[in-house]
């Protein structure tokens, strides 16, 4: 493999997102019970979830895009109690605060620091955390995000965007992730190498299986040394 560069999925590889949407929730429901209780009574974490839900179903344009479907459902939560968009964008703050504090996995941050001295990295999501709130911007040369290119992975136009900018052809990028529909099987529908963070050691059922499959990150950053010349 004539690999030149590497895009990372976010979520579920670098860190596990499941905590830090609880902890989401959670704190959402803490601030609307603090500064308005009437929504917070109408719209407890369950019924907040479900309105998330019926909005993104409802509007389908906005599947790339989580930060629209947030607002959108901060909007339909606080219309009837008359509360406009100073309040969306109020509670909206705490939700992107608390999604920014994440967990990272125990290898996270030697490794990405390992495989940006040897390549070029770019972070490729559908989610919308922010990495230099996060403090792993600087391991990273740009980040792609389905918000900003108008689709989702696995659509090919999010990871041919990803190596336009790297200036590459998809044969020479290897993409990493965990999800064997949305990184895997998409990065390898455009011609790019896939590498599976398979933490779970689980086993592959599909035909098309990925190029590399690595326990970890750490495992990961080992391989890419071992195919680099010795500076």
Avoid at 184 to 189: E, K, N
Wanted: charged fraction near 25%; hydrophobic fraction near 45%.
């Amino acid at each position: 493999m004539d690999i030149r560069a590497i895009t990372l999925d976010l979520d579920d590889t670098l860190w596990p997102i499941a905590p830090v949407m609880a902890r989401v929730e959670q704190r959402v429901d803490a601030w609307l019970h603090a500064h308005c209780p009437a929504v917070a009574a109408a719209w407890p974490i369950e019924a907040m979830r479900q309105l998330r839900e019926e909005v993104t179903r409802e509007h389908p344009q906005y599947a790339h895009d989580y930060t629209i479907q947030r607002k959108l459902t901060l909007r339909r939560a606080f219309a009837p109690f008359g509360l406009g968009e100073d309040w969306v964008e109020a509670a909206y703050a705490i939700y992107q605060d608390e999604r920014n504090r994440v967990d990272c996995y125990a290898d996270t941050e030697s490794a990405l620091a390992r495989l940006a001295r040897q390549l070029p990295l770019a972070s490729l999501s559908n989610g919308n955390a922010d990495l230099a709130r996060i403090g792993l911007h600087r391991h990273f040369r740009f980040s792609v995000t389905a918000r900003e290119v108008g689709v989702a992975k696995p659509d090919p136009a999010i990871f041919l965007h990803a190596c336009e900018r790297l200036g590459l052809s998809p044969n020479q990028v290897l993409h990493v992730g965990d999800d064997p529909a949305l990184d895997v099987a998409g990065a390898r529908a455009v011609g790019m190498h896939a590498a599976w963070i398979n933490r779970d050691r689980l086993a592959w059922h599909d035909a098309d299986a990925p190029d590399l499959d690595f326990p970890d990150l750490d495992a990961l950053a080992g391989w890419i040394e071992a195919q680099r010349p010795a500076s």
